[in-house]
């Protein structure tokens, strides 16, 4: 089999093959094999009709037809193996000349002729990791830190004591709730304590809410988020039953006793100081993966297939039914944009840095993603499979665990440009570097993926 590549633009090529009447004779049989069984030709068995009664039948386009059908899907993915290319999306194939047809050009090559135009994943050329360097910040404690944490433990400890006063930020609001549409009860709670400005319920209601006081009532208009009307409007009344406070403890010694193992307050404002400054190391290694990647997208250039953003612009919109929002559709270009940038640069990074997924890290990461969406693993994982999504998956873990490979070759300093050891986060030359997921759309590889446009249009090839 003969293929070569034309390049359209960066990320555009069109392969053209030329497959030989031996290499499609394959396709040919089982193309005649599939034909004779779904006859039935009196004065032969189910299955063994011959060739050139099958011709007689169905007539030898229809064979061809079947044939190119069978084989062009693998002749095309060794075309793209052979020449080292990247699908990002299906391809849009042309059938220019089949062998063995009635009526041939006798000057045009007795073979299997097909272009196939393909959007791929661009050539980049990375910078040399030796020589990037980032800066993270440093794990120095500071007081506001460590009071921070102070009053999040307080708060743990803390009381709910009821006010006299108007709502407001940070209140707890005992209240009851009726949601209507067209007039009629859709819900309805009763003596539900909501804390204002935390956002965990219906959008307006902290507004709604707030400068409330106990016995008053309210009513705003807002999108339900559960239940059957879900996404549907309603008119929602807020009556609030009491507003209560958090009062917490005083920062002293009974306290340190009461929250801790420790005896005095200095000795867990020290514990306090300690945890906040481990907790900071962690987040060194997070800066230094996300400002590794801003490096890399800011020095790179990156073209992106135009044709994957309209079509994920265009999926997005008509989700959401808002085809004819101009503004939020420059919004979503710009955020599809950004994602495939992203996608095509760790893509290339993990190729280029050969960084392989293991069987654990795989199963570790679709557990996670289980948890995540509190669905049974087993459940979760047997769907991607049936999906065949589980290639998407293992790209997105490639993706993670190749900034965290090449923050190996990466110069990390802090503020004072000491250099940062991140061994214990990112791994090292001897031991496999963690999978560390990082928040892009996953993409499959599609050489083995069904072809789009194939030869069902054998027959403009040969003039039926």
Do not use: C, W
């Not at 306090?272 to 962690?282: I, W």
């Not at 300093?413 to 990112?426: E, H, K, M, N, S």
């Amino acid at each position: 089999m003969k293929s070569a590549v034309e390049t359209l633009a960066p990320t555009k090529v069109r392969l053209t093959v030329q497959v030989t009447p031996d290499e499609l004779k394959p396709s040919i049989d089982q193309a005649y094999a599939r034909l004779a069984e779904q006859m039935t030709v009196p004065g032969f068995r189910k299955g063994k009709v011959p060739p050139r009664i099958i011709d007689q039948r169905v007539g030898r386009v229809a064979v061809m037809e079947q044939a190119v059908n069978e084989g062009l899907p693998g002749f095309y993915a060794q075309a793209v193996r052979d020449n080292d290319l990247r699908p990002l999306a299906q391809p849009q194939v042309e059938v220019l000349s089949v062998p063995g047809l009635p009526g041939r050009d006798p000057d045009t090559p007795d073979e299997l002729r097909f272009t196939a135009e393909v959007v791929v994943r661009p050539v980049l050329e990375l910078p040399d990791l030796g020589s990037l360097k980032v800066e993270v910040d440093g794990t120095e404690p500071t007081d506001e830190e460590v009071a921070t944490r102070l009053d999040a433990l307080r708060e743990r400890f803390g009381t709910l004591v009821g006010v006299d006063r108007p709502a407001a930020d940070g209140d707890f609001v005992q209240l009851d709730l009726v949601a209507k549409i067209d007039d009629a009860d859709v819900d309805q709670v009763s003596g539900v304590s909501y804390q204002l400005g935390s956002g965990s319920m219906l959008e307006g209601m902290d507004e709604a809410l707030s400068g409330l006081s106990a016995e008053e009532s309210t009513t705003f208009e807002t999108t339900l988020v559960g239940g059957a009307h879900a996404g549907e409007k309603a008119l929602v009344t807020l009556t609030a039953t009491a507003i209560k406070e958090r009062q917490l403890p005083e920062a002293d010694d009974e306290f340190a006793e009461l929250a801790s193992e420790f005896d005095t307050m200095d000795e867990l404002t020290e514990s306090l100081r300690a945890q906040v400054a481990e907790a900071k190391v962690g987040d060194q290694a997070i800066q230094a993966r996300d400002r590794l990647l801003e490096t890399l997208l800011e020095t790179v250039e990156i073209p992106v297939p135009t044709e994957l953003v309209e079509e994920e612009v265009s999926h997005h919109l008509a989700g959401e039914e808002r085809d004819e929002d101009d503004e939020h559709r420059a919004e979503v270009t710009e955020e599809s944009t950004t994602s495939l940038r992203r996608q095509i640069l760790l893509d290339t990074l993990a190729e280029t840095l050969e960084v392989k997924v293991g069987q654990d890290e795989l199963l570790e990461y679709l557990l996670g993603t289980a948890r995540q969406y509190g669905m049974d693993p087993n459940e979760f994982i047997s769907t991607l499979s049936g999906r065949g999504q589980i290639p998407a998956v293992v790209a997105e873990v490639a993706r993670g665990k190749s900034l965290a490979t090449a923050l190996r070759q990466v110069t990390v300093v802090g503020p004072d440009g000491a250099v940062v050891d991140l061994t214990a986060y990112i791994g090292s030359d001897e031991t496999d570097a963690p999978a560390d997921g990082v928040d892009q759309e996953a993409g499959a590889d599609l050489e083995d993926a069904p072809v789009a446009g194939s030869a069902s249009d054998i027959s403009s090839v040969v003039g039926r």
